[in-house]
């Protein structure tokens, strides 16, 4: 485990050398889930995709192999998150998920509210003193987008992937707990937390008609 200051040593430097990419990405954010959540369809679903596959493999690449070799682990990570992206790539052609508000109103609030927390994750984070260039960003730095991408798998539950979905959990519940917020005092990622326990809950409500779907595309 790497000493703390070299971790955020890390996550600077890399902040500083893709600026203002942060800017671009979190703005196309915003227009898209707006554009997603308001007119749900075809149209809006391609081009959320197209941003998740851009942002995974971005952070998969640029992130972990090429600015983040000082951190344990960052080749697997790196395929992890290129895998994801891949993913998203050929869902754009298999048209299996379909992301869009929940009709259950304590479930759309819900989906709302995390949205929200989310694309103010670089707030947080000032709240806890990190300010630029170690602001962590949604579509360029792994955990908000993981739980970005997280939530966004919710919405279009039963019929998701369930590889992409189990490797989001896998980064969302465990990282935060044992080497995020103790190790290295992101506690920004507590949002992280936050949305892999819900994106754990919703996957337990929803096993049975996830087999389901996947049974019938076979």
Not at 14 to 21: D, F, K, L, T, V
Not at 116 to 136: D, N
Not at 144 to 166: C, D, Q, S
Request: aromatic content about 18%.
């Amino acid at each position: 485990m790497i000493p703390v200051e070299k971790w955020w040593g890390i996550i600077g430097a890399y902040g500083s050398s893709i600026w203002p990419a942060q800017i671009i990405s979190i703005t196309i954010a915003i227009a898209l889930v707006i554009y997603l959540f308001v007119t749900p369809g075809k149209n809006s679903n391609l081009l959320m995709k197209i941003y998740l596959s851009f942002s995974f493999a971005w952070i998969g690449i640029v992130f972990f192999v090429v600015q983040g070799k000082g951190l344990a682990g960052n080749y697997f990570f790196g395929i992890l998150f290129t895998v994801v992206a891949i993913l998203f790539v050929l869902d754009i052609y298999r048209k299996k998920m379909e992301f869009c508000l929940p009709q259950a109103k304590w479930q759309k609030y819900l989906t709302v509210f995390f949205m929200l927390v989310i694309l103010f994750y670089p707030l947080f984070g000032m709240a806890f003193g990190h300010y630029f260039p170690k602001l962590i960003i949604v579509g360029t730095h792994p955990c908000p987008t993981a739980a970005f991408g997280l939530l966004l798998l919710t919405t279009a539950l039963p019929r998701v992937n369930r590889i992409i979905y189990g490797i989001l959990l896998f980064w969302a519940v465990p990282f935060p707990i044992f080497i995020q917020i103790p190790k290295f005092g992101v506690y920004e990622d507590s949002i992280m937390l936050g949305l892999g326990i819900y994106g754990l809950v919703m996957l337990i409500r929803n096993w049975k008609l996830i087999g389901k779907s996947s049974r019938e595309q076979l």
